[in-house]
């Protein structure tokens, strides 16, 4: 069983949105986002990716071969790059207003104003910075 989410960037047109399949749980999803595409350069180089089955450390695998059946340790499995789905399909949703994005998934994750904030069935999550350092 798998914990889906929505992983969203503010930019000036709205939100730019993925779906993510796997690990979608705050405890778990927060903490990736925040400790590795905390700026806005790397949550938009995330978000370019289009929807994933995974969020990992790293974007970009560094061994020859790397698949949905076959993924580098550490590195995000993209649906259109690791599993072969027309990009068409795979790219980034756009939503005009945050509530668009938060009535579409029950775990979203939201870049704006140079962090992430996890929200759950329409509600921020108020997460305990200390249990995850």
Do not use: Q
Not at 56 to 66: K, Q, V
Request: charged share 25%.
């Amino acid at each position: 069983m798998s914990t889906h989410c929505g992983i969203a960037v503010k930019t000036d047109k709205g939100y730019e949105t993925i779906y993510c399949h796997h690990n979608g749980m705050p405890s778990r999803m927060y903490p990736m986002l925040r400790d590795n595409y905390g700026t806005e350069e790397l949550a938009n180089k995330l978000i370019s990716f289009g929807d994933a089955s995974s969020i990992r450390e790293n974007l970009i695998p560094t061994r020859g071969h790397h698949s949905f059946d076959n993924p580098e340790k550490g590195v995000c499995v993209f649906y259109c790059r690791d599993r072969g789905e027309k990009a068409f399909d795979t790219r980034p949703c756009p939503y005009d207003t945050k509530k668009d994005v938060l009535d579409r998934y029950y775990y979203a994750y939201i870049f704006e104003n140079g962090k992430w904030t996890a929200y759950t069935d329409n509600i921020e999550v108020i997460i305990n910075e200390c249990l995850f350092d």
